[in-house]
């Protein structure tokens, strides 16, 4: 999406700023400056426009030196001819607000003001900027003048949002009094306007709540119930609304009276039916099912029975008795109308798993009519996959029901619908399988499957997560980054699955990329932080102010505070090229970083840890939904923080007590939480994968060092024998190497210069003779990785991933080697 400048159409006229313009939106920004050296070359300098995108582009490019450089050289030509230039002067905005510096920007628009006092633009950037800084005085004074120049009613509205935000963001002793005077504001506007829009009144409804004055909210929503239904055309949405508002108070009987309005009028929306439901679970009264169950009998026609009412009657029959008849029966009649349905599995499987053995194999003998009566229809294969889900939700795992489904992928390839069903189930099953039994040849088969299903539903989200969390954890990094390139999810989510990426990345010892993808990551939160903020100022512009606190704390919570985020400095600590340095300083600063207080309790966002139970459509993998808290990640970043806090304490010469007991602290609870062993592969990242680094053997070593309770002198480093049987041996054995190469560097950075040093120095032989080990262990077995029968369907696939596997184990030995080769300099 192209970026505007200072104008909202700018007329880009030379053709050489719309080229680097252009290089620079699409991610070119080195291309964008090779073209201005060029330029430079030909013309001797840069016009003001060009100025402007030459320091965009090292922004861009990630050289902040350089842009800043570029910054002071427009600083000191900013006059009146530099301001006339509106296409320069926008570019130059673009370039403050991508850096965040709301403050400079203020400084620089406050001298266009000298030369255009009442410019609107100008006026309007630096309240935007302000709201940024959550500046809210000078954001209301600048709107004042605004308004009083050029008087739009638009401005008034402004006023009362700034003070809403005031009283949520401002002084919490003056939070009830802004509060007030936004709503008398407001209730002003509204009495001016015969027609006040869906906007307005769903901002006042909002603004209501933040005081927990849900009551009064209902009432405006009661009050201005014509002017929503004639934006909306119906009342499904603003019922719905209004139901949510009395479960926000907590009034239970106000939102089933709601409800009941609701559907007795015809309106079908699944969160009526839901209402009686979550009014049963608090209240544990049957009379709220039998309430619900009588609605819906009173107003259903069987004949044309919606999804909705028949999954509500699913969950009325199922919560208070799942195994019964007629729970059973209600499942009947949702599968009778919706069985073929994609949702289908997903509808029923929870009410599926509550009925006993002999129930549940009626259900599948039920089921297997509707495949056999529809045989020769297309529907047939639905019934079919769907009689295949259930039958493995009930039934162990079985090699022939994934080679069932195999068969069906790849009669239906070209079918998205049923290609995506038919892999998921086969791969479920082929997971399962490899869980009771962890053979190789199980995983290839998952792997097969997943690529085949790759290449013909070129944007599905299953295959590709799934497939990405079997490579990382595989060590198949790099064609972990060709298939992450690939994944089409929100840019949030992305940085998210990303973080999950980077630590294998790490823990196989392939640092160098880390801080590739440590930078991209973070300039992707910088992109979302940015959007957020755009999205919050953008608000204002298109009136859409109903939304504005949900972007605010999206930007506040999600991004600012997001438990991710702050994370990166601690990994920029741990991967970064700066521990062989001489200059200690810059150790300390960076390690300091990662080492700060950070409030772990607040700094999570569950939605956004969730990502892979919500997208992986999880419920063909296992009986119960896959549970993704962070929990792993947050503790992981605890005992990444603890450490480095360790590390610059130490480089200061300071007293290490506080830092190491807190370091002792989260390796006990992690080493009582985790086992501590390399755990097989998961369809989703595993507790034990992130438990074997953080309490590993070494780690411990580190507090006794630091305690001062092991004798230097008898330390001995002993060393499993090696001993390569199949794949996944080796696998776990490189990854040992990456995890202890990981820990080493910080036990070189603390005791290189004690008596540890001879025992460090055993410790970089003894993994270089294990890389040897592996080298030749890859050189002599060489067909360790093919041990499944090849298939026609699947012959290309299969003749590629030994080559793949291989090649990629060499990458990461190599990248192993060359980290030892450089840190072990030290102790020489």
């Not at 950037?125 to 605004?146: E, H, P």
């Not at 349905?341 to 599926?352: E, G, Q």
């Not at 001879?758 to 080298?775: A, W």
């Amino acid at each position: 999406m192209s970026q505007k400048p200072h104008q909202l159409a700018p007329v880009v006229t030379e053709k050489r700023v719309i080229r680097v313009h252009d290089l620079i939106i699409k991610g070119k920004a080195s291309n964008a400056l090779k073209e201005l050296s060029i330029h430079i070359k030909k013309e001797g300098k840069l016009s003001n426009s060009l100025m402007s995108l030459k320091a965009w582009a090292h922004l861009k490019n990630n050289n902040i030196g350089e842009c800043e450089k570029v910054l002071a050289e427009i600083d000191a030509i900013f006059d009146k001819d530099f301001i006339d230039d509106e296409e320069a002067l926008g570019f130059l905005e673009l370039v403050y607000k991508d850096k965040r510096d709301h403050e400079d920007l203020i400084k620089h628009m406050k001298r266009v003001l000298q030369f255009r006092p009442n410019d609107k633009d100008t006026l309007d950037c630096m309240v935007n900027s302000y709201l940024a800084m959550c500046s809210w005085t000078d954001a209301k004074n600048t709107l004042l003048k605004v308004k009083k120049i050029y008087n739009d009613e638009c401005y008034v509205l402004h006023l009362i949002v700034i003070t809403a935000l005031e009283a949520e963001g401002g002084a919490p002793d003056l939070r009830a009094t802004r509060f007030m005077l936004a709503q008398k504001m407001l209730e002003k506007y509204l009495s001016d306007y015969k027609n006040p829009s869906r906007e307005c009144i769903y901002f006042f409804m909002e603004m209501l709540c933040r005081q927990n004055k849900f009551q009064e909210g209902i009432a405006v929503m009661t009050k201005y119930w014509s002017n929503l239904l004639k934006f909306y055309g119906n009342e499904e949405i603003i019922m719905a609304k209004k139901i949510e508002l009395a479960i926000r108070d907590k009034n239970w009987d106000q939102s089933m009276e709601f409800a009941e309005c609701a559907l007795r009028k015809g309106l079908t929306n699944y969160c009526y039916y839901e209402t009686f439901l979550q009014t049963f679970d608090q209240r544990k009264d049957e009379v709220y099912l039998k309430k619900l169950e009588g609605i819906i009998e009173e107003t259903r026609n069987h004949d044309k029975d919606t999804r909705n009412i028949l999954i509500a009657l699913m969950e009325t029959k199922s919560r208070d008795n799942g195994n019964c008849d007629e729970s059973l029966t209600a499942i009947k009649n949702y599968i009778a109308s919706f069985g073929s349905n994609p949702s289908a599995f997903h509808d029923i499987h929870k009410f599926v798993l509550k009925l006993d053995y002999e129930r549940k194999n009626t259900l599948l003998d039920w089921i297997l009519v509707f495949c056999n009566k529809y045989f020769s229809e297309p529907i047939g294969v639905a019934f079919y996959i769907l009689y295949t889900e259930c039958r493995c939700l009930i039934r162990p795992p079985c090699e022939n029901t994934a080679l069932e489904m195999k068969k069906v992928f790849n009669t239906h390839k070209t079918n998205d619908l049923i290609n995506n069903k038919a892999c998921q189930v086969a791969a479920s099953e082929w997971l399962k399988l490899y869980d009771e039994d962890p053979k190789f040849e199980y995983l290839a088969e998952v792997i097969f499957i997943l690529e085949a299903a790759r290449k013909y539903s070129p944007k599905a989200s299953f295959q590709r997560l799934i497939l990405l969390s079997i490579y990382t954890q595989l060590g198949m990094l790099t064609e972990s980054l060709k298939l992450f390139k690939e994944l089409d999810i929100k840019k949030i989510q992305m940085v998210t699955a990303s973080f999950v990426f980077i630590n294998a990345f790490e823990h196989f010892g392939r640092f160098d990329e880390c801080i590739t993808l440590a930078a991209k990551i973070t300039r992707d939160i910088d992109d979302c932080a940015y959007e957020a903020e755009c999205s919050m100022v953008e608000t204002f512009h298109t009136r859409a102010i109903d939304r504005i606190y949900e972007f605010k704390e999206f930007s506040h919570y999600y991004l600012a505070n997001n438990i991710i985020n702050c994370g990166f400095a601690t990994q920029a600590a741990i991967n970064s090229a700066l521990f062989p340095m001489s200059d200690p300083t810059i150790v300390i600063d960076t390690l300091e970083n990662g080492a700060s207080q950070l409030r772990w309790d607040t700094m999570c966002d569950k939605r956004d840890f969730d990502i892979y139970s919500k997208i992986l459509y999880s419920e063909p993998l296992s009986e119960s939904d896959i549970a993704f808290s962070g929990e792993e990640l947050r503790d992981f970043l605890r005992f990444k923080s603890a450490l480095c806090g360790v590390a610059a304490t130490y480089l200061r010469k300071e007293d290490l007590k506080q830092n190491t007991d807190i370091l002792k602290a989260v390796v006990e609870k992690c080493r009582n939480k985790y086992p501590n062993k390399v755990a097989q592969i998961h369809a989703v990242p595993h507790k034990v994968e992130c438990g074997v680094y953080v309490h590993h053997q070494l780690v411990q070593m580190v507090i006794d060092m630091l305690e001062g309770k092991i004798d230097y002198e008898s330390i001995e480093f002993k060393v499993s024998p090696f001993a390569t049987v199949d794949v996944m041996i080796l696998r776990n054995t490189i990854r040992e190497v990456g995890i202890t190469t990981f820990y080493l560097q910080y036990m070189t950075l603390l005791f290189s210069e004690t008596k540890l040093r001879p025992f460090l120095r055993s410790i970089f032989q003894t993994l270089n003779t294990r890389i040897g080990e592996i080298r030749a262990s890859l050189n002599t077995n060489q067909t360790m990785f093919s041990t499944f029968k090849q298939e026609a369907d699947f012959v290309d696939l299969q003749k590629r991933f030994p080559i793949q596997i291989k090649k990629e184990f060499i990458e990461t030995i190599d990248e192993i080697e060359h980290t030892l080769c450089l840190k072990s300099k030290n102790i020489k």
